[in-house]
């Protein structure tokens, strides 16, 4: 067995574990996130049984894409957005996590090609209150996810978030917060079934508090070589 399949084992036991400690036993997706590593080592995490992979560089998911055209990938683009890249976005994607300006939105929903189904959407919450992290305030998610839930070639689906890095219990608080924003929405008419949260390292904090996706690389992949942004 190679590494990365023994890799995408473990963390398919730890999810499945955290999901019955959890408040609510609802699936729980992995979203394996391959930026940096080569379309053989995403290759192998699809022989292991992975299908949704996360990319953050534009150029190099194109590349990768490419390269693995023959299998079924759903790909997820979750890195940062910048607006001269949403047309390739639009058009080599099945979901977008790192929404955070109506202005995005409408050109990712101008963008996505007829031929394709909407783009699936979630939208990020500076969930933390980090000055330099990109998302949402929280105060204002509710704003942005009307406005986006009208573009007609986007389907809103959820929320994503990236907390400011906690240990032990402190993990589970900018989650549950999360979840609570999530379910306010709802109340209000919006139908959002995803929540997209956990890393490798507080992966089994967010399940405990109701992620529905967790976006998860080095505890599959292995430690990444170079440079990421944020
Ligand atoms: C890189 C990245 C991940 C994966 O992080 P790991 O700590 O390697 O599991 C998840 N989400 C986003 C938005 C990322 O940029």
């Known amino acids: 067995m190679t590494t990365?399949?023994?890799n995408w084992q473990a963390v398919n036991a730890a999810i499945a574990?955290?999901?019955?400690?959890?408040?609510?036993?609802?699936?729980?997706?992995?979203?394996?996130?391959?930026?940096?590593f080569p379309a053989a080592a995403v290759r192998e995490a699809?022989?292991?049984?992975q299908r949704a992979f996360g990319e953050n560089y534009v150029q190099e998911a194109i590349d990768k894409m490419a390269e693995l055209a023959d299998l079924p990938i759903e790909w997820h683009f979750i890195g940062p957005i910048q607006s001269n890249k949403t047309r390739?976005?639009?058009?080599?994607?099945?979901w977008v996590h790192g929404v955070d300006r109506l202005k995005i939105a409408e050109r990712l929903s101008e963008q996505r090609p007829a031929s394709?189904?909407?783009?699936?959407?979630?939208?990020?919450v500076n969930i933390s209150g980090e000055d330099s992290k990109s998302g949402v305030i929280p105060a204002e998610v509710e704003s942005l996810a009307l406005a986006v839930a009208k573009l007609p070639n986007l389907r809103l689906r959820g929320l994503m978030a990236i907390p400011a890095p906690a240990d032990g219990e402190a993990q589970r608080t900018p989650f549950a917060r999360m979840r609570e924003l999530q379910q306010k929405l709802n109340e209000h008419g919006l139908a959002l079934d995803t929540l997209s949260m956990g890393m490798?390292?507080?992966?089994?904090a967010a399940i405990h508090e109701g992620a529905t996706l967790v976006r998860v690389g080095t505890a599959i992949f292995g430690r990444r070589n170079y440079g990421e942004p944020t």
């Not at 574990?17 to 930026?35: E, I, P, Y």
């Not at 699809?46 to 049984?49: Q, R």
């Open 46 to 49: 699809y022989a292991a049984g």
């Open 88 to 94: 390739a976005i639009a058009e080599h994607f099945a």
């Open 17 to 36: 574990a955290a999901r019955d400690a959890g408040r609510d036993s609802v699936n729980v997706g992995l979203l394996a996130v391959s930026k940096t």
């Open 116 to 124: 394709l189904p909407p783009l699936n959407i979630c939208l990020q």
């Open 4 to 6: 990365i399949t023994s």
């Open 200 to 204: 490798s390292h507080d992966f089994g």
